[in-house]
């Protein structure tokens, strides 16, 4: 098992860019998460998502879009990057019955 | 809406010594906690969790916490500290049901001195 798997690591993007970034689980989990990271704030609930075709905002979701076609894969879009989108984004999956969230490697997004 | 509070933004101690982090939750029922630990550009790894049951509870590298309801707190313990746990530790609450999802603390950031 490759648990958590999240592309790319390191993104460099102008404002006004967009981008996807990937995240995939091959532990057949039901729930997925996206977070951000900021420096002295802690991880912040973006989107999330209770299975296929199901998902729902978070704490953060302004300028991001999610969709989850496949149980593997929970793609976060930034249509229009902002340097307030500059942040390290971690994805997380999660199996029903269990409450243990375990995280991608995380992915490090900066707007100039 | 639930929450989590970790008072000390960085601590230091010397290798060797004992360690405790503090963690304060609100949350409506008998929550669910989590401590977690980042090292420098990497991801989260789960330390230890309660769900219920034995309020103190192992968890992975010689850690342990102790879950005080009359305190709402979770504080993270070490007995002896080694370089290695250099890094930073995050306290999260869980919400059940629904999503199932997490609210973080802040996090602390234990610097060790050899």
């Known amino acids: 098992n490759a648990g958590v798997t999240q592309t790319p690591k390191f993104r460099i993007l102008k404002i006004g860019q967009s981008m996807t970034l990937q995240c995939t689980q091959d532990m057949n989990h039901n729930y997925m998460y996206w977070y951000r990271q900021d420096p002295g704030m802690g991880l912040k609930l973006i989107y999330y998502s209770v299975g296929a075709g199901i998902t729902d905002k978070g704490e953060v979701p302004n300028g991001y879009n999610v969709s989850r076609s496949t149980t593997e894969d929970f793609p976060l879009r930034l249509e229009l990057a902002a340097p307030s989108q500059t942040s390290v984004y971690f994805c997380?999956?999660?199996?029903?019955?269990?409450?243990?969230?375990?995280f991608g490697p995380g992915t490090r997004l900066t707007v100039t | 809406a639930q929450s989590v509070t970790q008072p000390d933004i960085h601590i230091t101690v010397s290798e060797g010594a004992s360690l405790e982090l503090r963690c304060n939750y609100s949350y409506g029922a008998t929550p669910y906690l989590f401590w977690y630990v980042q090292s420098p550009g990497q991801g989260l790894q789960l330390l230890l969790k309660y769900f219920s049951g034995d309020t103190l509870v192992q968890g992975i590298k010689g850690f342990e916490a102790e879950f005080k309801r009359s305190q709402s707190s979770f504080n993270l313990r070490k007995p002896s500290v080694h370089w290695s746990d250099a890094a930073e530790y995050f306290c999260?609450?869980?919400?059940?049901?629904?999503?199932?999802?997490?609210?973080f603390g802040t996090g602390t950031q234990l610097k060790v001195e050899l």
């Open positions: 997380a999956s999660l199996t029903s019955g269990s409450y243990e969230q375990y």
């Open positions: 999260a609450v869980g919400e059940k049901g629904g999503g199932n999802k997490l609210t």
